[in-house]
C-alpha cells in the first residue's frame, strides 16, 4: 500500500516543471532525504494571502485555488480559478520581494506537497535536472513577461480589452472574474465609457464574456484569446 | 603586473549582480578553473544580433553599448545606451528562447569577459553564492516585469507616454531614441494624434525630450521618470 502511494506520488509530481525529467530512481532518492510536508486545505479557507512570507514551495496536486489579485491602488480586482497541478509562485522564494502577490484559497478542497526553501536550494545542489528546470522556469518567466510590451497593437477597443484581461492571467484559460467598475476599465484603456460598454456588449453577444453590475466573467479564457 | 591586473579584474566583476558578496579568495580559484574569455569590440561593430543564440553571459567591462530593439511588427524601434558594468540578457541562455531579443552594438568600444553556459551552471554547482545570485536574479527580473500591469492608471496622455516607453526600457535611466510615428504612438496609447501630439510638445517644453521627424529622445530617463 505505501509503495503504491509512493508511485502515486511520483507520478504526481512528474506533472511539475520543477521535476520535469527526472527518473522514478532520482525520485525515490530525493523522497528519502528531503522534507515533504503534506498539506490539506479544506474547501474555502485560505491556503496563503497577499504579502505572506514565501520561504517554500507549494505544489498542488489536486483540488481548485481560487487567486485573487487587487490592483495596487485595489481599484479593480481579479479571481482566477487554477486546477492542478500548480506551483505556487516559484518566483517568489529568491528575489527582491520574497512575499506572495495574490490572495490563494481553496475553492475545493486542495492537497499540497510543501518543501522548504534551504531543502529547494539542496534539491538543486544535488540534480543537475532540477536546477536547470529552475533555471529554465524562471528565465522563461522573464521572457514571456519582457515580449509583452513589444506586442502588435491591438487593432480595434475588443481586442483592447481581451489584452488587458489576458495580460492579468496567470494561465491562459479557465475561467476568470474581473471586478471593475466600467468606468475603471474606460481609463485603463484610454477610451469612453460609452464604446467600452459597447466593446463588452459585442463580446457578450459572441458568448464570450458574460457581464453583470461591476464585473466581468469569462467562462474560458481560451476561448476569450482565440 | 599580472598580479596588479587580476585584482583589477576581480574589482570589476565584483560590479556585476551575479559575482556579488564573492570573496576575493573565491574569485581567485575561479579565475583558476573556470574559461574566460576577453572579448574587445571595436566601436561602431555589432556585439551579437537579434535572435543570434545565447550560450554565453557577456560581462561588459567597460565602454557603451548601442541596444537596438524593434517592437514585434517592426512598426517603430527603441534605441537605448547602456554603459558598463552591464551583462547581457541573462535571462536568455536558459528557457524557451535562448536568443538574444535586441542588436547590441559597440557606441564605443567595449571590453568582455564571456562565459560560457557550461562554465555558468558549473559555477553556480560550485558557489553556493553565484548560484543565489543567478537565482535572484531572474527571480527579480520576473517580479518586476509580472507587476506592471498592476499598477495605477496613468492620470494623463503626457503619464501615459511616460509609461511607454518606460516599460520598453532595460535601464530606467540614460538617453534613449524612440523612432516612432506619431501615429503609431496615437495607436499604442489610444488616443489622437492632435493630442498625442500636444502632449509631446508639453514633455518637450518643459526639457524632458527632444522631438524630430519620426523620433523621440529621452536626454535623461530619470528625470521623465520622476
Same mark, same amino acid.
Given at each position: 500500500m505505501e509503495r503504491l502511494y509512493e508511485i502515486q506520488l511520483f507520478r504526481k509530481l512528474l506533472q511539475f516543471p520543477l521535476f520535469q525529467g527526472m527518473s522514478q530512481d532520482d525520485l525515490t532518492k530525493i523522497v528519502g532525504y528531503v522534507k515533504f510536508d503534506f498539506i490539506k486545505v479544506e474547501r474555502g479557507k485560505a491556503v496563503m494571502h497577499e504579502n505572506d512570507i514565501c520561504d517554500h514551495l507549494y505544489f498542488m496536486l489536486n483540488g481548485i485555488l481560487e487567486v485573487r489579485t487587487p490592483a495596487s491602488d485595489h481599484g479593480y480586482t481579479f479571481v482566477e480559478h487554477i486546477h492542478a497541478p500548480y506551483t505556487i509562485?516559484?518566483?517568489?522564494?529568491?528575489?527582491?520581494?520574497?512575499?506572495?502577490?495574490h490572495d490563494f484559497m481553496a475553492e475545493e478542497t486542495c492537497g499540497f506537497v510543501r518543501i522548504d526553501k534551504e531543502e529547494i536550494l539542496k534539491l538543486s545542489d544535488n540534480y543537475f535536472i532540477f536546477k536547470l528546470n529552475l533555471l529554465n522556469l524562471l528565465s522563461r518567466e522573464v521572457q514571456v513577461c519582457a515580449r509583452e510590451p513589444w %506586442?502588435?497593437? $491591438? %487593432?480595434n477597443l475588443e481586442e483592447r480589452i481581451v489584452r488587458f484581461i489576458g495580460q492579468r492571467c496567470?494561465? $491562459?484559460a479557465g475561467r476568470k472574474e474581473i471586478f471593475i467598475k466600467m468606468t475603471r476599465l474606460a481609463e485603463e484603456l484610454n477610451d469612453s465609457r460609452l464604446d467600452v460598454s459597447i466593446a463588452l456588449n459585442h463580446l457578450q453577444d459572441k458568448g464570450l464574456i458574460q457581464l453583470s453590475r461591476g464585473k466581468i466573467t469569462v467562462p474560458a479564457m481560451e476561448d476569450l484569446l482565440k
Open positions: 509562485q516559484p518566483e517568489r522564494i529568491f528575489g527582491l520581494i520574497q512575499h506572495y502577490s %506586442k502588435s497593437v $491591438p %487593432k496567470i494561465r $491562459p
